[in-house]
C-alpha cells in the first residue's frame, strides 16, 4: 500500500502501517543474512606458491558465501608462508598446516572436519592448480540447493579435457567406465576432484573409514554418498592441464584405485558401507 493512495483522515494509520512494513521488511533481511549459506572451498596444497597467489582471489571474488581453506604439507616452496600473508588482508582465507608430505585423501579429510567443526553449510573439494575454473563455482552454488552432491564432470557434453597427453586422457576415461561397471556408481566422471558436498553428507559418512588417497578417495567419497541415499548430480566443467608447478601423479594412485573399487563392492554387498 503506498502512502500517496492514503486520504488525509488515514494518514496515521498509513504512517503505522508504513512503520510496521518497514519492521517486517528488515527483520526479513535480517533472517537472510542469518540463514545465509556458506561455503568452504578446500584447496590441498604441495608446493603451489604461485598459483595460490592466483586461484584465492579468483574464487572470492565468485560469491561473498565462499570461504577458503588451504590445506598444506609443509610445502618446501613457502606456499604456507604465502596463503598466511594473503590470511592478513583478507578473514575468508584459511589455513591449515600439516607437518609433512600425507596425500590428497587425508588432506581433505582433515578438510572437511574443519569445515564440519566450524559449521559450513557447503564444503567444495578443488585444486590449486587453475585445472579447475573458478568461474564454475556459481554455478555449483545453484545445483547444490537441489542436490547433496554435485560433481564437476569432463565427460558429460563429450570429453572437455584440455592439454593433457592422450596416454592421461584415455586412463582417465577408461578408469571411470571401470568404475562404474565395478561399482554400479551411476556417474560419468567419478575420479574428478571438483565437487560440492553437503555438509550432511560429510557427516553421515565415517570420515575415520575412508581409506583412499589418490584418485581413489574421489570414488570412494561418490560411492559411499550414493550407497547412502544422497542426491548426485554432475555439472560439466572444463578441465585444463596445469600452467605451472609440478605433477604428482604417480603409478601408485592408478594402482590404489584398481583395487579400491572392489573393495567398495564388496563392502556393498555385504552390507558394510560406513
Ligand atoms: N596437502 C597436499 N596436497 C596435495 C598432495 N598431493 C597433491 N596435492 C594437491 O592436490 C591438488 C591436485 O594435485 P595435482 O598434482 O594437481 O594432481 P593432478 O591434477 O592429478 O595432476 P597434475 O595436475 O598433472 O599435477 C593440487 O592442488 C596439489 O597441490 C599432498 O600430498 N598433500
Ligand atoms: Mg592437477
Not at 73 to 83: C, H, I, L, Q
Not at 116 to 143: N, T
Request: glycine share 6%; with cysteine; proline share 3%.
Amino acid at each position: 500500500m503506498q502512502e500517496a493512495g492514503c486520504r488525509r483522515q488515514d494518514f496515521d494509520k498509513c504512517r503505522n502501517l508504513r512503520i510496521f512494513q518497514n519492521l517486517s521488511s528488515s527483520l526479513q533481511d535480517r533472517e537472510h543474512t542469518e540463514r545465509m549459506k556458506h561455503a568452504l572451498v578446500i584447496i590441498p596444497t604441495y608446493n603451489e606458491l604461485e598459483n595460490v597467489q592466483t586461484i584465492i582471489p579468483e574464487i572470492l571474488r565468485q560469491d561473498e558465501r565462499l570461504e577458503v581453506l588451504v590445506v598444506d604439507d609443509n610445502s618446501p616452496d613457502g606456499t604456507a608462508a604465502e596463503v598466511k600473508r594473503m590470511m592478513a588482508e583478507n578473514p575468508r582465507i584459511h589455513i591449515l598446516e600439516r607437518a609433512k608430505k600425507m596425500g590428497l585423501g587425508t588432506a581433505y579429510l582433515a578438510g572437511f572436519k574443519y569445515a564440519i567443526a566450524e559449521g559450513y553449510d557447503y564444503v567444495f573439494e578443488m585444486d590449486a592448480d587453475h585445472s579447475h575454473s573458478p568461474d564454475v563455482l556459481p554455478r555449483f552454488l545453484e545445483s547444490i540447493e537441489e542436490y547433496d552432491l554435485v560433481l564437476g564432470s569432463r565427460y558429460i557434453q563429450g570429453v572437455n579435457v584440455i592439454n593433457w597427453p592422450m596416454k592421461r586422457l584415455l586412463l582417465s576415461y577408461f578408469a571411470n567406465q571401470y568404475t562404474r561397471i565395478v561399482t554400479g556408481l551411476p556417474v560419468r566422471d567419478a575420479t574428478g576432484g571438483f565437487k560440492c558436498f553437503r555438509v550432511e553428507v560429510l557427516k553421515a559418512i565415517d570420515l575415520d573409514r575412508v581409506r583412499s588417497n589418490g584418485y581413489s578417495f574421489q570414488i570412494e567419497m561418490s560411492f559411499k554418498a550414493w550407497k547412502k541415499g544422497f542426491r548426485l548430480h554432475e555439472i560439466p566443467i572444463i578441465f585444463m592441464d596445469r600452467r605451472v608447478g609440478i605433477s604428482k601423479m604417480s603409478k601408485k594412485i592408478v594402482r590404489e584405485a584398481v583395487t579400491m573399487v572392489w573393495r567398495l563392492r564388496m563392502q556393498s554387498m555385504l552390507g558394510r558401507v560406513r
